[in-house]
T-cell receptor, first 112, second 115 residues
Framework: DVKVTQSSRYLVKRTGEKVFLECVQDMDHENMFWYRQDPGLGLRLIYFSYDVKMKEKGDIPEGYSVSREKKERFSLILESASTNQTSMYLC???????????FGSGTQLSVL | AQSVTQLGSHVSVSEGALVLLRCNYSSSVPPYLFWYVQYPNQGLQLLLKYTSAATLVKGINGFEAEFKKSETSFHLTKPSAHMSDAAEYFCAVSAYGGSQGNLIFGKGTKLSVKP
């Protein structure tokens, strides 16, 4: 099975800080995704990437950017963290359309 | 455009009882449909998926789901609940043949299992 690794399980940052969330997959999957999970709201897509250096906005991209310089690594960047970005962030990878998503364990980010 | 509605944010059953988690979808094209499970402090993992091969789909841990086009439903069932089934369950839809086939997730249903 594909393994998706998120660099931090818990992260605490201050308002206004620049935050990097890292995600690495160990297979050659083209597609990678960043979701945000909040209680009662389910998973919402922030950004996705279907190839190196390619990115597309998801449903809630405001306040976020992404970077994909290598196929195995997909980074989520909070340019200036705000308290309303306190959330669980989930990275996922997938092969072709219709195949399953492989998820990382998540990063619980708290912005104080 | 696709959308997913999960009826009931919390479901509680007794151990050994039937589990029924409801999911209705909306899709303008034939969909892929998925059920994912999330155990505490973990990411999501796939339980089962529908890809038009058969309307009754069997998944892991004794779960199954039936695709009913006329009702636009994909409800998840398990005949006998186990304590280890306590988790949050997410239904998701993806466009069949869509450009990137991004998954749209429901808001989730938390399943509690009472001894």
């Amino acid at each position: 099975d594909v393994k998706v690794t998120q660099s931090s399980r818990y992260l605490v940052k201050r308002t206004g800080e620049k935050v990097f969330l890292e995600c690495v997959q160990d297979m050659d999957h083209e597609n990678m995704f960043w979701y945000r999970q909040d209680p009662g709201l389910g998973l919402r897509l922030i950004y996705f990437s279907y190839d190196v250096k390619m990115k597309e906005k998801g449903d809630i991209p405001e306040g976020y950017s992404v970077s994909r310089e290598k196929k195995e690594r997909f980074s989520l960047i909070l340019e200036s963290a705000s308290t309303n970005q306190t959330s669980m962030y989930l990275c996922a990878a997938r092969g072709r359309v219709g195949e399953k998503l492989f998820f990382g364990s998540g990063t619980q980010l708290s912005v104080l | 455009a696709q959308s997913v509605t999960q009826l009931g944010s919390h479901v509680s059953v007794s151990e050994g009882a039937l589990v029924l988690l409801r999911c209705n979808y909306s899709s303008s094209v034939p969909p892929y449909l998925f059920w994912y499970v999330q155990y505490p402090n973990q990411g999501l993992q796939l339980l089962l998926k529908y890809t038009s091969a058969a309307t009754l789909v069997k998944g892991i841990n004794g779960f199954e789901a039936e695709f009913k086009k006329s009702e636009t439903s994909f409800h998840l069932t398990k005949p006998s609940a186990h304590m280890s089934d306590a988790a949050e369950y997410f239904c998701a839809v993806s466009a069949y043949g869509g450009s990137q086939g991004n998954l749209i997730f429901g808001k989730g249903t938390k399943l509690s299992v009472k001894p």
